[in-house]
């Protein structure tokens, strides 16, 4: 089966760095998206990662190791708005383009 | 440029109903999906379609109807809600580049109650 594992819950301050970690044990990986979700509201999409490597968008870096099945997301300079939670999803070649998400991560920012 | 709605935002309904959620999408994109969102399990795929005509299973597609008659929309139908129905309904749509690796859009979600 499909497996895809974040941490549940994570808190940092205003200005802080956090990592977001995921890990993932599937078949036929095709790719790994980071989308951003606020309590309420649709996610939204932040960064995609198919080849090793770190790839970086402004505040928001994404890196991902394929022979270890692990991302992580990167926030630098969090504000408050960054409260939210963190969907790590992987898209698996058989399925299509359909995403098979983690259960999520929800990040709370403090001043 | 309206992107993807969905209707209704918010629906109660009862045991054994039948409920049809709409999702609308106006950038021509070929593929469409609709996932479920709930505490402890995250979005999960009931059924997705890749053009008009051509649907597919999900993760969870038991108990759940689509079809997709023209590329713009793509309802879902609950046949007879049950209480474990209910959740939050996003669809999603996206292009595709034939690789499959087309970032999903996903519309605002219907929050679906069935008591």
């Known amino acids: 089966g499909q497996n895809i594992d974040q941490p549940t819950e994570m808190t940092a301050t205003e200005g802080a760095i956090v990592q977001i970690n995921c890990t993932y044990q599937?078949?036929?990986?095709?790719?790994l998206f980071w989308y951003q979700q606020h309590a309420g509201e649709a996610p939204t999409f932040l960064s995609y990662n198919v080849l090793d490597g770190l790839e970086e968008k402004g505040r928001f870096s994404s890196f991902l190791s394929r022979s270890k099945g692990y991302s992580y997301l990167l926030l630098k300079e969090l504000q408050m708005k960054d409260s939210a939670s963190y969907l790590c999803?992987?898209?698996?070649?058989?399925?299509?383009?359909?995403?098979?998400f983690g259960k999520g991560t929800t990040l709370s920012v403090s001043s | 440029d309206a992107g993807i709605t969905q209707s209704p935002r918010y629906k109660i309904t009862e045991t054994g109903r039948q409920v049809t959620l709409m999702c609308h999408q106006t950038?021509?994109?070929?593929?469409m999906f609709w996932y479920r969102q709930d505490l402890g399990h995250g979005l999960r795929l009931i059924y997705y379609s890749a053009a008009a005509d051509i649907t597919d299973k999900g993760e969870v597609p038991d108990g759940y109807v689509v079809s997709r008659s023209k590329t713009e929309n793509f309802p879902l139908t609950l046949e007879s809600a049950t209480r474990s129905q209910t959740s939050v309904y996003f669809c999603?749509?996206?292009?595709?580049?034939?690789?499959?690796?087309?970032?999903?859009?996903f519309g605002p979600g219907t929050r679906l109650t069935v008591l």
């Open positions: 599937t078949s036929g990986f095709n790719g």
């Open positions: 999803a992987v898209i698996l070649r058989e399925a299509g383009t359909a995403l098979i």
């Open positions: 999603a749509s996206s292009e595709t580049s034939g690789r499959g690796t087309d970032t999903q859009y």
């Open positions: 950038w021509s994109h070929s593929y």
